[in-house]
């Protein structure tokens, strides 16, 4: 049985993602270590250009990794944790569960590390130096300042490893913002 074959019967002949059924193809989940169908999972179009290329990523498209990211199939799991991490998204992170052998194989890429995207509460990618503003009012933990809603805040920095946090100065004091609570200008 081909490894198609194999994948179709496991998945009911739906993209082990989104759960769609149109146009459905195999994706071997990097680093490829010749796991034959076990390596493997069956995704849709959709699914795999986002997967492919992050500049694709629709934030809304990826709801389904509620659901996908509890499979019984370690290669779906690692996918999920992958996109989760892209997305930003570290309640479900926290929630999924990975052995240790999969959770290194979930860690490691082919690319020489994943790349930390920053998005605004739109969906708008955000670069070093960009200017935001507060779409909230936050209070500055281990201050009693609380940031405004309306705050302009010029020349963010971006943390490299958490793609939810940026830093940027409020009142002359650097503070950490969670990118969901900021619109780029």
């Not at 959709?46 to 019984?72: P, V």
């Not at 779906?76 to 240790?100: C, H, P, S």
Request: with cysteine.
């Amino acid at each position: 049985m081909s490894i198609e074959n194999e994948l179709q019967e496991r998945s009911g002949n739906k993209c082990e993602l989104c759960a769609a059924t149109n146009d459905l193809s195999v994706y071997e989940v990097p680093p490829s270590v010749n796991r034959g169908a076990y390596g493997n999972i069956l995704t849709c179009d959709t699914c795999l250009d986002q997967i492919e290329d992050a500049d694709k990523m629709e934030k809304n498209h990826w709801h389904c990794l509620n659901d996908s990211m509890w499979s019984e199939e370690d290669a779906v799991k690692v996918v999920a944790f992958r996109m989760l991490t892209r997305l930003g998204n570290q309640d479900l992170l926290d929630m999924i569960y990975l052995e240790d052998d999969v959770k290194k194989w979930a860690e490691a890429t082919n690319e020489g590390g994943e790349k930390v995207i920053h998005r605004d509460s739109n969906g708008v990618i955000l670069n070093s130096g960009d200017s935001v503003v507060l779409i909230k009012d936050l209070p500055v933990k281990g201050s009693s300042m609380i940031a405004k809603r309306g705050t302009a805040v010029r020349r963010i920095s971006l943390d490299h490893e958490n793609a939810e946090y940026i830093e940027g100065k409020v009142d002359g004091q650097l503070i950490v913002i969670i990118t969901k609570y900021v619109k780029k200008t």
